[in-house]
């Protein structure tokens, strides 16, 4: 499949502020003011070839049929569109009757099929609209959208979508709100889909079965249209069409507009698409998808719905009860949610993080007890380092992993590391932090590495009991003045507080071979283990497998350059102030 590097030009939209819409509106309002308008643009275009036939069939049959039987009559008019406009106006029509644009505009809207007009509705249209009003401005703002082309032929969805992204980046890069929080750039999309779906290609590449995708962060839809694309477009040969059914979750109303309305626009079943917040307020609940991805947020708080994720917890068939992490970041439950929605018969999930819940929370904590709790049950399949500086918002070092309930024979009890930090070239323009692109060969170079499943410099793989260890607390006896152990009132020795210390263990070593060979011999003879306060700690260390030493530079080597840079040093003062100097 060939991939597109270019990206769509959205230069109308500064020329529609430039015309239109400055000194009216801030300029963090201008793309979400924009957003719907879009949105209408695209929808005007496609319903261009079927307006006629769509208005024939509505005066024929809306006073023989009932509302709910004339839905699927007008969605076969419109060629089998799950969307249509039964008004006698098109959005270029509209300026034809410039003194009536503010009463047709309304009545055009209220055309729309009822999921349109919930779009409209989030994207908290009426406000603006009525804002436009006021300032006179409803009939330049429709002529000049009315200047874009945003037919099918002319934009696919591919660019569609990166057109709604950049409007929501634009939007937020003026206000200085997270832009990442809403979308995922498709490169990385890309990556994810072809690690989380070529496993299944023999199986995804028939008539017939249904397959479905799941993502409870979903933003602007980018997730679930790329993947469903990826497995038609690249997993299947011509003429096999397997079913994909997208569901998906956002809680920015906004956002969940543009996943509806892109959902629609592609032919997906828009009420899949569902409002609320995934932890206290599962759209999905009792169900189970085969894939599932996300890119929930870094370093979110989730203290507003702290009692309800307690709540949840105590409850042995609820979504959290693998460990709590610390509130400051909710990464962890994401991952939690994210497992409970696994089919049974076999999912794979691909979620992207930062480096917090590889290795965040000691012994006993939250965060480790999350960790083993997908270890030990063998879930973990892959960890992929990515690029840094691949996303909108932030350069920090940012990790895809890769879990299923269904691991390959091969793959079984392990654990696979990929480094991609060098799989990257330079963005050719910087969109604010993205700076790197990862390119269709540096994606074949990755997924053949997970598909190889073979130890190189960029790829280490582990047993799962790797990842963790005991952590000990060793005592050490408190003396007296005298010399003499101190001894409680068990008869025990009495433990000197300011010498006690804690070694980590590997699981697969015995506790009391290490410390008789390891730490014995360096302190007191008489020490010896609390057992009560025995932890056990995973984490996934990523740097330090892939850690390459390097010697330093042979000292002769330095001396020879510092006396060479002084020599320099010293000609460029004897040219400038004489042989005194």
């Not at 007008?74 to 009536?100: I, Q, V």
């Not at 890069?173 to 890309?190: L, M």
């Not at 994210?338 to 979620?351: H, L, T």
């Amino acid at each position: 499949m060939e991939q597109k590097n270019k990206r769509p030009d959205v230069s109308f939209v500064w020329r529609i502020t430039d015309n239109v819409l400055r000194d009216t509106f801030k300029k963090n309002e201008i793309g979400m003011v924009l957003l719907p308008f879009v949105v209408l643009r695209r929808l005007d275009c496609i319903l261009s070839p079927y307006n006629e036939n769509v208005r024939k069939t509505y005066e024929q049959f809306k006073d023989k049929v009932s509302e709910e039987k004339l839905e699927p009559i007008l969605r076969k008019a419109a060629g089998g569109l799950k969307f249509y406009n039964t008004s006698r106006f098109t959005l270029t029509s509209l300026l034809d009757d410039a003194r009536n644009l503010s009463i047709n505009f309304t009545s055009y809207l209220q055309s729309f099929n009822k999921e349109v007009q919930e779009i409209l509705a989030n994207f908290q249209f009426a406000t603006t609209i009525a804002r436009i009003n006021r300032n006179n401005l409803l009939f330049q703002l429709i002529q000049e959208i009315c200047e874009q082309d945003f037919s099918p032929e002319k934009v696919d969805n591919h660019d569609m979508g990166y057109i709604f992204e950049e409007l929501i980046r634009i939007s937020n890069e003026q206000s200085n709100e997270t832009a990442g929080e809403h979308f995922t750039p498709r490169d990385v999309i890309r990556l994810m889909s072809a690690i989380l779906f070529t496993p299944d290609k023999e199986v995804l590449n028939k008539n017939g079965i249904i397959r479905t995708i799941y993502d409870p962060t979903c933003g602007t839809g980018g997730m679930l249209y790329v993947g469903r694309n990826y497995i038609l477009e690249t997993l299947c040969d011509e003429g096999n069409r397997p079913t994909i059914r997208t569901y998906g979750q956002e809680l920015n109303e906004q956002t969940y507009a543009i996943a509806k309305s892109e959902a629609l626009i592609t032919g997906e079943d828009a009420n899949n698409i569902r409002l609320g917040n995934t932890f206290t307020n599962d759209q999905f609940k009792g169900s189970h998808f085969h894939y599932i991805m996300a890119n929930p947020p870094y370093g979110v708080t989730w203290k507003k719905e702290q009692a309800f994720i307690i709540n949840e917890s105590l409850d042995p068939s609820g979504r959290f009860g693998a460990g709590m992490p610390r509130v400051n970041d909710g990464q962890l439950l994401f991952i939690q949610h994210m497992c409970s929605k696994m089919e049974r018969n076999g999912s794979r999930i691909g979620v992207v993080t930062n480096g917090s819940p590889l290795f965040s929370g000691g012994a006993g904590s939250g965060e480790s007890s999350i960790r083993r709790w997908i270890i030990e049950n063998d879930w973990l399949e892959c960890i992929v380092a990515l690029p840094k500086d691949l996303f909108y918002n932030t350069g920090i070092n940012t990790y895809i992993w890769f879990l299923t309930n269904d691991k390959s024979e091969e793959r079984r009890g392990k654990v696979q590391l990929i480094d991609a930090t060098s799989f990257c070239v330079p963005a050719i323009k910087s969109l604010g932090n993205k700076r790197n692109d990862i390119r269709h060969e540096d994606v074949e170079r990755i997924l053949e590495l997970y598909l190889k499943f073979e130890e190189n410099d960029y790829c280490k793989i582990f047993p799962n009991r790797s990842f963790g260890n005991y952590q000990i607390t060793v005592e050490q006896p408190l003396y007296d003045e005298q010399g003499r152990a101190k001894v409680g009132a068990r008869k025990g020795p009495i433990a000197d507080p300011s010498k006690r210390d804690t070694e980590n263990v590997p699981l697969d070593v015995d506790v009391y071979e290490y410390f008789d060979h390891e730490v014995k011999p360096h302190i007191d003879p008489a020490s010896w283990i609390d057992f009560s306060k025995i932890r056990i700690n995973y984490e996934i260390n990523f740097p330090r497998y892939f850690y390459k030493y390097q010697a330093p530079e042979d000292s002769e080597k330095v001396a020879k350059r510092v006396r060479k840079s002084e020599d320099k040093i010293r000609q460029l003062m004897t040219d400038l102030f004489g042989e005194e100097a």
